[in-house]
């Protein structure tokens, strides 16, 4: 059994700016869940995950995994790199290297993996993304769906339990959105925790079994998309009443 993901009382402040980003939250994200954090702009998603992924640090409070606090050592992020993916909202920003292939392994190799395992866990990615017949390709070619599917391939290549992806269905077509859930499906089938910080209102409804509500740096609420989409305090603190459709 897996450990959970705990916050308890997190703050952040990012330099430069008065307000924080993140002001005494507490959670807990259990191994096996699927789950959608939603607020308006500025909420405070994208914090939560960077801080879930070791990228930042908190500035009060501690980030654990099982009983262990995170420990930001090289070595202590290398062990938390192993249980926890993110893969950041775009994924331009993900892909660097000139061919599909050489970004996939880059995690697994950087991981310590030998070129065999590093070889093993590409092709098992690829396979979970659909992407096993682009690893020839220049990463720059790929359409938009392509290239999230291949971002997603490569933090699933250093296979983590848990799985954090910041905005994963932005910008993309109604076919690249359901591939890319489709992959989150096997993910959680495969009892992996997946953590999608989103604006799509339909893909929570729809695909979380847990939502949770940041609203300017705190926990607003945490339940079930059916409890959560049934208040409408909640709803106002999600989104704007326009954004209420439901375009699956
Ligand atoms: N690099 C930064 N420097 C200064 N302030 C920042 C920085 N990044 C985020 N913030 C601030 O931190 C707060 C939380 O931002 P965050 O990006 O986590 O929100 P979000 O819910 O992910 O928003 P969005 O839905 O727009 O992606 C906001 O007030 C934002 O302006």
Redesign the pocket.
Same mark, same amino acid.
Request: charged letters at 15%; zero cysteines.
């Given at each position: 059994m897996t450990a959970a993901l705990t916050f308890a009382a997190v703050s952040y402040r990012?330099?430069?700016?008065p307000?924080p980003?993140l002001h005494r939250v507490s959670l807990s994200i259990d191994p096996g869940r699927r789950i959608a954090v939603l607020?308006?702009?500025?909420?405070?998603?994208?914090? @939560?995950l960077l801080l879930a992924a070791g990228i930042l640090r908190p500035q009060e409070g501690q980030i654990r995994l099982g009983d262990t606090p995170i420990s930001y050592s090289r070595s202590g992020l290398r062990h938390l790199r192993r249980h926890v993916g993110l893969v950041m909202?775009s994924p331009d920003e993900q892909l660097f290297s000139a061919s599909v292939w050489q970004d996939i392994s880059f995690g697994p190799l950087n991981l310590g993996l030998s070129p065999a395992e590093a070889r093993r866990a590409v092709h098992e990615a690829a396979a979970l993304c659909d992407v096993s017949d682009l690893l020839d390709r220049p990463t720059h070619a790929l359409s938009g769906g392509q290239k999230a599917r291949v971002a997603l391939a490569g933090v699933l290549a250093m296979r983590p339990q848990y799985l954090l992806v910041d905005?994963a269905t932005s910008g993309l077509d109604r076919w690249a959105r359901r591939q890319i859930v489709q992959v989150f499906d096997r993910l959680a089938a495969q009892g992996k925790t997946v953590v999608l910080?989103t604006?799509d209102l339909a893909l929570a409804r729809r695909w979380a079994d847990l939502v949770i509500v @940041?609203d300017a740096?705190s926990v607003a609420a945490v339940g079930t998309p059916a409890r959560v989409f049934a208040d409408e305090t909640l709803r106002h603190l999600i989104a704007p009443a326009e954004d209420w459709h439901d375009d699956w």
């Open positions: 990012f330099t430069g700016n307000t980003a607020g308006r702009n500025g909420a405070g998603k994208s914090t @939560l909202q905005e910080a604006h @940041l740096g």
